[in-house]
């Protein structure tokens, strides 16, 4: 069987792909996570290493000891605000520790990455719409920190054809996964659905809307959510794709629609039978208006079709899960 390293596997995303891999159990999975934001108890499937991308020794055994077929990069540092107060954390975790981890593939046979990179490298745009042609200007740090790593992956595969990636760029990541095994379970997450659904259970008093000042019919900013069970088939799709010797790609992942924050929160209240106090904030630094995908080429290029691409479905998962942790 096939071992593919997984960084950052404990967190939201990458704990979604482990539930995913564990369906037919095709391949031998490694986890590497340092448990910064990350839960062990969400590595529900494969072997968690605990150690730091970043720590040379540490990766160079994990790498040492296994034949590894091909690497998923989740781990990372993902608030945006965060990244524009302190934009060297940044710089260090995301695009410092992924040259160290490009510098372990190039050392060990060149196995196939697949990036977890994000809609954030586009930055404003003039229509709201990214395709992945679209020029990128991101307004963040975290944002630029993600397209330096981008810009590595791609100068790699140049100087070596043999490396081989697929870079893919989600847009607004939401919900838990349909069968009940697994959620976002990051403490302080500071996700729209995530701290609407902790509000709407109790465990917030309240929560907060950054900006009802924007050009949009409600005044509060426009995203495209992405239910992460699709998002973690697409990493699948992925795997198998690059395994078997494709070409590589730059993919977005979204739905190409788009849902305001009051309607996530609208949904939230109605779903829940709740309803909770919600302030009125201050934009954010680094908040684009609109962001959406267009999501035409992920469906060709993997053969990935969405299956839960509904926000009543992405919020009651999300609901659900919750309702779980508590
Ligand atoms: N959540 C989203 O909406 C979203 C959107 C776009 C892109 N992304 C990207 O997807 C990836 C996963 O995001 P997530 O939402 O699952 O975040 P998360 O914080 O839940 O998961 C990140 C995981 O990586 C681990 N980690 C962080 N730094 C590490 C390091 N140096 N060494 C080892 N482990 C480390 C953490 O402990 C955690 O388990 C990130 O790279 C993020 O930038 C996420």
């Known amino acids: 069987m096939k071992t593919i390293l997984v960084t950052g596997g ?5 704990s979604h792909v482990l539930n995913q891999l564990s369906k037919n159990k095709k391949y031998n999975v490694i986890v590497v996570d340092n448990l910064s934001t990350g839960r062990k108890e969400s590595v529900i499937y494969g072997d968690l290493k605990i150690g730091d991308v970043g720590d040379h020794k540490f990766m160079d055994s994990v790498f040492a000891s296994h034949d590894i077929s091909a690497v998923l990069h989740f781990a990372g540092s993902i608030v945006v605000p965060e990244s524009v107060e302190n934009p060297l ?11 160290k981890l490009l510098e372990h593939i190039a050392k060990y046979n060149n196995p196939p ?11 404003e745009l003039k229509n709201g719409i990214a395709s992945e042609e679209s020029p990128t200007n991101p307004e963040s740090p975290y944002g630029r920190t993600k397209l330096m790593t981008e810009e590595m992956i791609k100068d790699l595969n140049i100087s070596n054809p043999k490396f081989r990636y697929v870079i893919l760029r989600y847009f607004n990541v939401a919900g838990a996964s349909m069968d009940g095994n697994i959620g976002q379970s990051t403490p302080q997450a500071t996700h729209l659905l995530k701290a609407a659904c902790e509000t709407a ?10 900006g009802i000042d924007y050009p949009t019919a409600d005044g509060t900013c426009i995203r495209d959510f992405i239910h992460v069970d699709d998002l973690a088939r697409a990493h699948v799709a992925a795997i198998d794709y690059l395994i ?18 009051k309607e996530v929160i609208e949904m939230t209240k109605k779903v829940s039978a709740k309803n909770f106090s919600v302030e009125v904030a201050p934009r954010r630094p680094g908040d684009c208006m609109m962001v959406m995908s267009k999501a035409e080429k ?29």
């Open 10 to 14: 404990a967190g939201y995303i990458g």
């Open 89 to 99: 954390k940044y710089y260090s975790n995301n695009t410092i520790n992924s040259f």
């Open 113 to 123: 990455l697949i990036f977890s990179s994000t809609a954030a490298v586009y930055g």
């Open 201 to 210: 259970i109790g465990k917030r008093k309240s929560m907060s809307i950054f």
């Open 244 to 261: 078997n010797g494709y070409v590589s790609q730059t993919l977005n992942c979204g739905y190409g629609a788009g849902h305001s924050v």
């Open 298 to 326: 992920i469906k060709t290029v993997l053969n990935w079709i969405p299956q839960n691409n509904d926000l009543e479905t992405i919020v009651k998962s999300a609901l659900d899960w919750e309702a779980k942790l508590k």
